[in-house]
Nanobody
Framework: QVQLTQSEGGSVRTGGSLRLSCVAS????????MTWFRQTPGQEREAIAT???????AYGDSVKGRFTISQDNAKNTLYLQMNNLKPEDTAMYSC???????????????????WGQGTQVTVSS
């Protein structure tokens, strides 16, 4: 079992920055990758960034160059640094993880077993 606890989100103006965090507890040694998703009402969850245990990262096209995913293994904490935020970044953001030897198809929400509680990010123009 893995528990994921997210920090609060926030509200910023266009061009602003926010950093989200997600603290993992429990059987964290068994996790393959950790991923940030976001979702707006009526839309599918969108995978935006992932990081595996070796520190390799991947990003969705919508956030590439603006968002940075990182992790502090000593603190079992996942981060998402979001810069140059746009109104279209407004969403509920959630961290997720999967237990296993490696991450398969990181962009598919169905593959993830454990989820954070979600946090709202609002970007106003």
């Amino acid at each position: 079992q893995v528990q994921l606890t997210q920090s609060e989100g926030g509200s910023v103006r266009t061009g602003g920055s926010l950093r989200l965090s997600c603290v993992a507890s429990g059987d964290t040694e068994s996790t393959a990758c950790m991923t940030w998703f976001r979702q707006t009402p009526g839309q599918e969850r969108e995978a935006i960034a992932t990081i595996d245990r070796a520190g390799s990262t991947a990003y969705g096209d919508s956030v590439k160059g603006r968002f940075t995913i990182s992790q502090d293994n000593a603190k079992n904490t996942l981060y998402l640094q979001m810069n140059n935020l746009k109104p279209e970044d407004t969403a509920m953001y959630s961290c997720a993880t999967v237990v296993g030897p490696y991450c398969v198809a990181w962009g598919i929400a169905y593959n993830y077993q454990y989820w954070g509680q979600g946090t709202q990010v609002t970007v106003s123009s």
